[in-house]
């Protein structure tokens, strides 16, 4: 043999370390098929060798390699291998088609394995019998995946390759797979009929669990572009090889409700296992799983699951099916090679159920068993059995299979090579010692190939560019029917056709399942009944504030009112309706207004909140605030009246500096709606999740002007405070309420303090915002009102003008006769003042005359006679002492003096 480039000896020596890998040796490995041959022979024209049968006058062989997976994730070569051979036969006992020439299967088991798959494809090119023809075609491999592998590489030999069981949509690609051509239509023509499915029960929400392998990755990305076109959302994408429990355990905390699952039979039953684990159950989770596993699929191998039978047929009920159709609907239509399905169907099981097909069987399994020792034993028993046990009746045994529903499309492909050989035999006249390497012959049978065109069992089989067929897709719904769970067949899509599902059932459930929860945008808006209670409450306020005004307005000419600087307590009360004009504001429904006439009503809110709460507390304040500059002016002797211009002036330049403030924040950067998101609510049921959301009016740098704002209300509330507490005890008359602006002040500074800082922090609670805002405006607008306005009114309720005249009269009179005493007590006040001036020269005096100095130079001047005389002299005395008590009896005449001459100034002072 010659290799036809330098590539295909790597690929040689590939091939030659798989067989190392598998540890055969070329002696070793014979195909078994041969070895199991029974003598040959032949009677009335029909040569036998057992199970293969062929025209006597066709003595000529043409090789034919087989790939039939036997066993592994689609193990569809146990019906399609006896199906092939009931095509091999028919082909070879009609002497019409190919004459001279039978085809003769060499076939292996790839085991649904890719290594394996080359691996045979190996074997038949390199370890044919000496003088034995190469093959001139390969029919199969049956899995997609060694379809890949095998035709990517039997492309090098020009190897026609004609697959009967590759769905993978990879396998379409003409450069990669040249000379590949399939009777099985590809899976991408399932993804338009899924796909219709969900639309018809509204499902646009899907995720998708697949086995890593290269055929369910291709079908996916396949749907994934389809499903664009259909306007369906793929939620997630899951991907596992072997073991699919995190896979199934992401899809539910995704909450995917419909889930697409393409895997191979052995991989669903763990999926299935797992989802029955994870309560992802019919009819809340829908699962759409391909259509072509073998019948009871669920319930074989459950050694390799941890779920028992009965959990396993819950985990699996109500499952949806789609599967392309594999045979023709003209079941009764004889068809080109004259059978018709019905036919088709009683010879194949008479096929199956024969002694000859049990002893082929059995033998292949026991050469199988003494040179592959790779095989797993326990599955190619269970094959044995169930071969067994198929019998000629009705059993469903038969059904068991692998490959069951693909064996129309094994048929179908030995006719389309017999077909295409029959061509080519044709043209070449015949193919004696065909070589591979004949590249004429071989570029021939692929043109043939593409001129395919005949009515099979499997409908009409012809090729598109691709090599690919164009085939329906069935629906089915694995249902409970009498007690048994059964495929109950829903409908078909054919070329965008959708026909189905009347007969769908949705379990315990009369509608289909929603395809997640539904996650709903619900804009919170502040709820009916607080925007009611507060805006009677506000509407209540501003009527109060309106009385108010009247009452200034109406008793202006009364000296209680006139004495309360009114015109500032009306701008306190414009103020408060400000406020409250702002909380309507809030109250009123703005979700549904447009973008710029929710953020212009947003300034406005906040415009008249900031003026309204400005006018308010700067009138109040400018009441202290005039008690405080008048109690100082008092003090400093000075205008305690000032100028009634003087009171506004604080107001003014407050609201000026809001306005200026206002401007600038609007002009910078405006106040905007603002969709906040908040945490996500359960609904009514658990097929609803609320995503809530609120609009608020939000700017970029918040905080900037929040802080501004907040520092310079802040230092004007200290300020009212200090000035409140200063001015407790000031009483100014023209300002009569001052103590209630103090008492006010307090209540806004408290209400503001608390109010301020809880709006910031649950600001995302529209509720909760707008109830405590409006009942602190509301509160300390009624405070106020109540502290400026109540005792008045009691006054001028209580009294009359007229008493209020004499009341001012009296008072006068009061003051009068005060100011006469104050006269009188200030006369008096003169005259003790002089008084006590004279007394203090009288003590200045005394002090004097007890001074000691002054006392000696006294003693030098003689007491007159008369005062002598007076003083009393001393009786019993000695010569000694006579000095001394002269001397004495001088000073206590001295004294005696003295005494008298203050008694004298007394009595003269008195
Ligand atoms: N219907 C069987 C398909 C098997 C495969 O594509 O691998």
Not at 131 to 152: K, Q, R
Not at 280 to 290: A, E, T
Not at 685 to 690: A, G, N, Q, V, W
């Amino acid at each position: 043999m010659s290799f036809p480039n330098d590539q295909i000896k790597i690929i040689c020596v590939l091939l030659a370390l798989i067989n190392v890998q598998f540890g055969l040796s070329a002696e070793e490995i014979k195909f078994f098929a041969k070895n199991v041959e029974p003598s040959k022979n032949c009677s009335n024209q029909i040569c036998s060798d057992g199970i293969f049968k062929w025209h006597k006058s066709k003595t000529k062989i043409l090789h034919v390699g087989g790939i039939f997976p036997m066993v592994g994730g689609w193990p569809g070569g146990q019906s399609c291998l006896p199906s092939a051979i009931m095509a091999l036969n028919q082909v070879n006992l009609n002497q019409s088609i190919l004459p001279n020439y039978r085809l003769k299967l060499n076939w292996f088991n790839s085991e649904c394995n890719p290594g394996k798959g080359i691996s045979n494809l190996y074997e038949m090119l390199f370890h044919k019998e000496k003088n034995e023809d190469d093959i001139i075609m390969l029919l199969g491999p049956g899995c997609s995946d060694v379809s890949s592998s095998v035709a990517e590489v039997a492309n090098y030999w020009n190897l026609t390759v004609l697959s009967f069981g590759s769905s993978s949509p990879a396998l379409s690609n003409r450069k990669r797979f040249k000379t590949f051509f399939r009777t099985h239509p590809s899976a991408i023509l399932d993804n338009p009929a899924r796909l219709s499915l969900c639309k018809q029960f509204n499902w646009n929400k899907i995720a998708t669990l697949q086995d890593n392998k290269e055929v369910f990755t291709s079908t996916v990305d396949n749907l994934e572009k389809e499903a664009i076109q259909f306007g369906i959302e793929i939620l997630d994408r899951q991907t596992f090889t072997n073991d699919p429990t995190y896979a199934v355990k992401n899809l539910k905390k995704l909450d995917a409700r419909i889930i697409v699952g393409v895997f191979y039979e052995q991989e669903a039953r763990k999926v299935f296992c797992q989802a029955y684990k994870e309560d992802m159950l019919f009819p809340k989770y829908i699962w759409m799983i391909i259509g072509w596993y073998s019948e009871n699929w669920y319930l074989e191998n459950n050694h390799e699951i941890s779920c028992n039978q009965t959990e396993m047929e819950i985990a699996v009920y109500g499952h949806l099916t789609t599967e392309v159709q594999f045979f023709s609907n003209e079941i009764y239509e004889k068809l080109d090679y004259g059978l018709s399905v019905i036919d088709y169907n009683e010879f194949f099981r008479h096929f199956v159920s024969s002694t000859e097909w049990k002893a082929y069987s059995n033998s292949f399994y026991k050469i199988d068993y003494k040179y592959k020792q790779s095989v797993p034993m326990e599955e190619m028993k269970s094959l044995m059995d169930i071969y067994d046990k198929i019998d000629n009746e009705q059993s469903n045994e038969i059904e068991k299979l692998g490959g069951y529903l693909e064996r129309s499309l094994a048929f179908d492909a030995v006719w389309v090579m017999a077909y295409a050989l029959n061509e080519t035999l044709k043209e070449f006249g015949n193919f004696d010692n065909f070589q591979i390497s004949n590249y004429t012959i071989s570029n021939f049978i692929k043109e043939s190939m593409k001129m395919t065109n005949f009515k099979g069992i499997s409908g009409m089989v012809t090729f598109n560019d691709q090599g690919d067929r164009i085939s329906e897709v069935l629906y089915e719904q694995l249902q409970n029917v009498s007690g048994s769970l059964t495929y109950v067949k829903l409908g078909n899509h054919f070329k965008k056709n959708f026909n189905c599902c009347k007969n769908i059932s949705w379990g315990s459930s009369l509608h289909p399942p929603i395809d997640g929860v539904q996650r709903k945008i619900k804009i919170n808006k502040i709820k009916t009944i607080y925007s009611m209670i507060f805006t009677l409450l506000s509407a209540f306020t501003v009527l109060i504030g309106i009385l108010c005004l009247v009452f200034n307005y109406k008793c202006k000419n009364r000296k209680i009112v006139k004495n309360s600087q009114p015109t500032l307590n009306n701008s306190m009360i414009f103020g408060s309706i400000l406020c409250l004009v702002s909380v309507l504001i809030q109250s009123l429904d703005k979700s549904d207004l447009p973008t710029t006439t929710f953020s212009f009503i947003c300034q406005i809110q906040e415009s008249f909140l900031l003026i309204g709460f400005t006018i308010g507390y700067s009138s109040l304040f400018s009441k202290i605030w005039y008690v405080y500059s008048a109690s100082i002016q008092k003090k400093k002797n000075k205008d305690i009246f000032p100028e009634k211009l003087k009171n506004y002036t604080i107001v003014v330049i407050m609201v000026l500096i809001d306005i200026v403030f206002l401007f600038v924040w609007i002009f910078k950067d405006p106040l905007q709606k603002f969709t906040q998101k908040l945490g996500d609510e359960m609904g009514e049921s658990d097929e609803i999740i609320y995503e809530p959301e609120i609009h608020i009016c939000k700017c970029k740098h918040e905080i900037v002007w929040m802080g501004i704002c907040f520092s310079v209300k802040g230092i004007s509330l200290i300020l009212g405070l200090y000035l409140s507490y200063e001015t407790r005890n000031s009483k100014i008359e023209i300002m009569n309420d001052s103590r209630y602006a103090a008492l006010s002040i307090y209540n806004i500074v408290v209400l503001s303090v608390i109010t301020a800082p809880v709006v910031i922090i649950i600001r995302n609670q529209l509720d909760a915002v707008f109830c405590f805002l409006a009942f602190s405006i509301n509160l300390c607008s009624l405070l106020t009102y109540a502290l400026m306005f109540v005792p008045k009114v009691k006054h001028v309720v209580k009294h009359t003008i007229e008493q209020d005249i004499h009341e001012d009269l009296i008072i006068e009179t009061m003051l009068k006769e005060k100011k006469e005493k104050y006269l009188a007590l200030s006369v008096t006040n003169h005259n003790l003042n002089e008084k006590i001036e004279k007394k203090k020269d009288f003590l200045m005096r005394i002090e004097q005359i007890l001074n000691p100095e002054t006392f000696c130079n006294e003693t030098e001047n003689q007491p007159s006679g008369d005062d002598y005389d007076e003083f009393e002299e001393p009786e019993d005395s000695s010569s000694s002492s006579l000095k001394n008590n002269n001397s004495l009896m001088r000073l206590s005449f001295k004294n005696f003096s003295f005494k008298k001459e203050i008694s004298n100034i007394i009595q003269h002072e008195t």
